[in-house]
Each structure stands twice: as C-alpha cells, then as structure tokens.
C-alpha cells in the first residue's frame, strides 16, 4: 500500500577490481519502486499514423493511461502539429492505476506532406505531475496526396508548393492516394526534375501537372542541361504521369534531350504542349529513349515539337521492345536529321501528325524512320520537306506484321519539294506483312533517282499489298524497285512522272504504264494521270480525276481528313 517492492535475490553478489581481494558472499538485494501519488501520460498516438489524405479532415485520437495510485478524475492534454500547440483539452473521469482511455482531441486537415504530431499530459487531478517522463508521446506521419494543388511563387502569392521539384518530393515522401492535379501558375521554372515511380501512383491514381490558365505559353519548364545529365524532364520508372498546356524546353543547344523515357515508365502522357529543344546538335532531342526496357504505352498527343537532331526518338530492346507507344496530332516541327525514329518497338502508332523540316542535313533526312517497329499503324499524317537534305519521307525496314495484324500505312500526304539527290516517298524494306493503301505522295524536288515509292522485299517478306495510292514524281520514278517478290496485290494505284524514269523494275527500265502491266501482271485498274493538287504541299485534289478509281477497303473507311470514302466506288 506505500509503493514499496521488495526482491530479494541469494545469488547476487558484489565484487571489486580485479585483485583486489576477495568477492562479497551473496546477499538479498531490495529495490523500492515508488509509485506517484498522481500521475498521467499519453502512452501512444492512435490516430494519425503512417499515412492520411491530404486536406481531409482527420481524427485525432490518443491514449490516455494513468500512473498514478489515486483514481484518475481529471487531466490537461496538450498537442502540437509540427512544433505548432493546436489546444488544450480538459480531460475528466475516472481511471483507475494502469488503466487507459482513448480519447479523441479534434479533427483536422493535413497539407500535402510528413508531419509530426506530439500530445502530453498537465496536471493530473489538478496537481503537479512529478513524473514527467511518460508524460508525451508522438508520432511522424505523412499525408498523402489527393486532389488538386497549386504550384507558384509562394513569396508573391499562396500556393501549395514553390516548385515542380517540391511537389514531386512532397509525392515520394507520402505517396499518392487519388488522383492529384498540380494547378501550375504562369511563370518561367528553370528546374531540372526527375520522376521515379511515386508510391500509390496506378491507374486510379494518377498524377497530373498542367498549366492553371490552360495557355501552352504562359508556363515554361526549362533547363540548360549537362552533357552528362541532358533532360529537362524524367519520367525514370514512373507511371501514369500527364504534362499539359505547358513549353518544356532544353537550353543546351547540342545536348538537351528535353523530355526522357527510362526504365519501365509506362502510361505517361504529354498533351497540347511545346516541347522544344533549341539547337540541333548530335543530342538535342525533344523527346527521348534509347536502349530502354518497358517504356510502354506512353502517348504523345496534340503537341508542338521543335527543333532538334531528331524531334522524337524512342528506342526499346531488341529482346525487349516497347509495346503500344501512340504519336498522335503533332506538329514535329524543325528537326535537322529525324523526325521521328521508332526502334525495337511492337504495335505502335503513328497517327494525324504534320511533319515539317527545312533541313539542310548532308546526309538522308527522314520523317519517320521505322527500323523493327513491328505491327506498326501510319495513318492520317502529313510530310512536308523544302530543304536542301536529302529526304525519305516515311522509311519502313525489318517491321514485321503477322497475319492477324498487318502493318498498316495508310491515308498519309508527303510532299517533298526540295533536295537535289535520291528522295523517296515511301520505301518498304525487308518487312512482311505490310498494307499500303490511300496515300498521295508528290516529289517534285530531288534528281533522276528518286522516286514516289521504293522497294526492297523479297519474297521472305510477303504478302505485302499496295493499292489505292497516287504515286507522282516529277524527276524521279514513280516505282523503283530493286526487290519485289514480296508483293501479293498491287492495283488501283495511280503513277505518274514527267521525266523519262516511268518506272525501274528490278532494273529493268519500263517507259509505261501498260508495259508495267505487262511485266508485272498486276495494276490492271491502276492509272497514268497528272494529280491536279491545290498545290505543291497541300495535297488535297483540286478536281474529280481519281473520283471512283479506288477499290473498296473495309478496314479503311475515312479518309485523311476523316470523311466518309464511299464503300461502293471510293477516291484514291
């Protein structure tokens, strides 16, 4: 009843310093354990802990324990976020020694971010506590993101986050859990930011960041990169990232590879933006991956790219090919070598692009380079070349389709109006299963060699189809074909040249289209008729020339401009 406790133990005893006599012979040891009279503390943090959502109210609940011999009646709570008192809660009741009551302080809302939360007791039954070492307990916690942010100038205005670099860090710190908008003010953010894969961040989850206005111009993301670390943005492992309505821009005007894929970033979108790399040396690249696994299902739509060696390259793995990448409503605009470059990648699409370059390159220019893109889709897209380089517009070489999925080049425009050697419009290499139907392309610029279409496949790679193409180089070929066994169906194509080169075939030097019949055996309903275009660039038909000369395709039932083809008796 006086708190005292004693223990008695026989086989304690006490010895000195080594030699310096004998050891003690063994004795009772007592120890008296003093309980306080009165005496309270918070023994644990219930609620929070681990982590909460972010701007939502949350409970605030503790565990009260009493320590003290009288009954517990009364007792002061204090707490503290983040080194801030909150209040001071008047407990009372009746709590015996040892027994505990949770006890709810308040409810409150948590900004993005970790937290420290600490609660201690006052005056238990209204006396002092003489006891204080069990008196507080506190817990670090994070709150976790969900719903919409701001991102600004916290010195000249109230905003959640200063940065894109903090609210990233705010994300890794304590994680996501719902879908999270950054509300970025206008202004010029020079940051360099990478993202890695952010905790609770999946498809229902997702993490978007995009201008507060919705104007492209008014934010600006940009940074004069290092050769060693050359990205404006990187998305390195993350999923299910959106950039939107902004300009993101390298500075570095030879090694500036402005937006990066890395390893396993998958889901991620880049809509209605600049994206713009302001030199085009050997790395300045506006969009980028190279030897990347996983990057996968990334989709690039409605934006602005400028400048660059190459305006957009995504390389996957031989072994391991990027899946179901989208290129969708682009204007790749300005690139010096590439406009874009598809490598080890499988069911990609490259769909209502403009491709515009002026390149003066000393070496081929392409528009799209398809190496390995296997059961690829072109549809839809426009290329226009005025430059001195060298061009081949769309170049397609190892793309394997497979029987239940073809490759697919359809309903696309190529005008190239300058270069003085061997432009190409389409050239088809080394890659089975491919349909070419719908397109217009028009060379009135290059020399003698080039030519509207180009082939290079054997039979290894057939079956490959051409039809309902118009095919018109004013200097060049219409056809050069150093290979062709590939080929299972070639008609209603219209092709037409004004120089002497009509088609080569194999090597054989064919003048017309009725001899071109004749060694083929195929355009039997193919035609030799000057293209009335509006003009050298816009290739829309100007009269009703090739008005129902087309054959009927039930996997094509638009044209470029996504109005109806007739399904009886279509325009090529």
């Known amino acids: 009843g006086n708190g005292s406790y004693t223990s008695e133990r026989p086989d304690v005893r006490f010895s000195g310093p080594t030699g310096s006599g004998?050891?003690?012979?063994?004795?009772?040891?007592?120890?008296?354990?003093?309980?306080?009279?009165?005496?309270?503390?918070?023994?644990?943090?219930?609620?929070?802990?681990?982590?909460?959502?972010?701007?939502?109210?949350?409970?605030?609940?503790?565990?009260?324990?009493?320590?003290?011999?009288?009954?517990?009646?009364?007792?002061?709570?204090?707490?503290?976020?983040?080194?801030?008192?909150?209040?001071?809660?008047?407990?009372?009741?009746?709590?015996?020694?040892?027994?505990?009551?949770?006890?709810?302080?308040?409810?409150?809302s948590f900004a993005a971010?970790?937290?420290?939360?600490?609660?201690?007791?006052?005056?238990p039954n209204n006396v002092v506590d003489t006891v204080t070492f069990d008196d507080t307990s506190?817990?670090?916690?994070?709150?976790?993101?969900?719903?919409?942010?701001?991102?600004?100038?916290?010195?000249?205005?109230?905003?959640?986050?200063?940065?894109?670099?903090?609210a990233i860090d705010a994300m890794m710190l304590s994680s996501v859990c719902g879908n999270v908008t950054f509300l970025v003010d206008t202004g010029t953010y020079v940051e360099q930011i990478t993202i890695p894969e952010i905790p609770g961040v999946d498809s229902s989850n997702t993490v978007t960041f995009t201008s507060m206005n919705g104007d492209s111009s008014g934010v600006i993301l940009e940074y004069n990169a290092s050769s060693s670390d050359p990205h404006t943005v990187k998305l390195d492992g993350a999923d299910y990232i959106t950039f939107s309505h902004m300009t993101i821009r390298g500075l570095n005007s030879s090694d500036a590879e402005v937006v990066t894929f890395e390893a396993n970033s998958k889901h991620n979108q880049f809509l209605n933006n600049v994206i713009e790399a302001v030199g085009n040396g050997s790395d300045a690249v506006p969009v980028y991956s190279y030897d990347n696994v996983g990057v996968s299902y990334n989709w690039i739509r409605n934006n602005h790219i400028l400048g660059g060696e190459q305006g957009i390259y995504i390389e996957g793995q031989n072994n391991d090919e990027g899946i179901g990448n989208i290129i969708e409503n682009n204007i790749i605009d300005g690139f010096y070598e590439d406009g874009l470059v598809f490598e080890y990648q499988d069911s990609c699409f490259v769909l209502g692009n403009t491709f515009l370059t002026s390149s003066d390159y000393s070496s081929i220019v392409y528009a799209m380079d398809l190496d390995d893109a296997h059961r690829h889709h072109v549809l839809n897209n426009k290329?226009?070349?005025?430059?001195?380089?060298?061009?081949?517009a769309i170049n397609q070489m190892y793309?394997?389709?497979?029987?239940?999925?073809?490759?697919?080049?359809?309903?696309?425009?190529?005008?190239?109006?300058?270069?003085?050697?061997?432009?190409?419009?389409?050239?088809?290499?080394?890659?089975?299963?491919?349909?070419?139907?719908?397109?217009?392309?028009?060379?009135?610029?290059?020399?003698?060699?080039?030519?509207?279409?180009?082939?290079?496949?054997?039979?290894?790679?057939?079956?490959?189809?051409?039809?309902?193409?118009?095919?018109?180089?004013?200097?060049?070929?219409?056809?050069?074909?150093?290979?062709?066994?590939?080929?299972?169906?070639?008609?209603?194509n219209n092709y037409y040249t004004e120089s002497s080169n009509f088609v080569e075939w194999d090597g054989l030097s064919i003048n017309d289209l009725l001899a071109f019949r004749a060694e083929t055996g195929?355009?039997?309903?193919?035609?030799?008729?000057?293209?009335?275009?509006?003009?050298?660039?816009?290739?829309?038909?100007?009269?009703?020339?090739?008005?129902?000369?087309?054959?009927?395709?039930?996997?094509?039932?638009?044209?470029?401009?996504?109005n109806p083809r007739s399904t009886v008796a279509p325009t090529i």
């Open 22 to 108: 004998c050891e003690s012979p063994r004795a009772p040891l007592t120890v008296n354990v003093e309980i306080p009279m009165d005496n309270a503390g918070i023994s644990s943090i219930i609620d929070p802990s681990g982590s909460v959502q972010s701007n939502t109210p949350e409970p605030i609940n503790v565990e009260l324990k009493n320590g003290g011999q009288n009954n517990l009646t009364s007792v002061d709570i204090v707490w503290e976020i983040d080194g801030m008192i909150q209040d001071t809660l008047n407990w009372t009741g009746n709590l015996p020694l040892n027994s505990i009551d949770t006890v709810h302080l308040d409810s409150t």
């Open 399 to 492: 793309c394997d389709g497979t029987s239940s999925y073809h490759n697919l080049i359809a309903n696309n425009f190529i005008a190239i109006t300058g270069g003085n050697e061997d432009n190409e419009g389409i050239a088809l290499d080394n890659s089975p299963y491919t349909d070419v139907y719908y397109n217009t392309v028009n060379i009135t610029g290059g020399n003698n060699q080039s030519s509207a279409l180009y082939l290079d496949i054997d039979a290894g790679d057939s079956p490959v189809r051409i039809v309902n193409n118009i095919f018109r180089d004013s200097v060049g070929y219409a056809v050069l074909s150093d290979d062709h066994d590939a080929i299972t169906v070639m008609d209603h």
């Open 522 to 562: 195929m355009d039997t309903n193919s035609t030799n008729l000057l293209p009335n275009f509006v003009s050298s660039t816009d290739l829309h038909l100007a009269n009703y020339l090739f008005s129902g000369k087309g054959k009927p395709l039930a996997s094509l039932t638009t044209d470029i401009d996504g």
């Open 383 to 392: 290329i226009i070349h005025t430059g001195s380089a060298e061009m081949t």
């Open 138 to 166: 506190s817990v670090n916690f994070g709150a976790c993101l969900n719903g919409t942010f701001t991102i600004g100038d916290t010195a000249s205005g109230s905003y959640d986050f200063n940065s894109f670099t903090e």
């Open 113 to 123: 971010g970790p937290h420290d939360l600490a609660a201690w007791t006052n005056l």
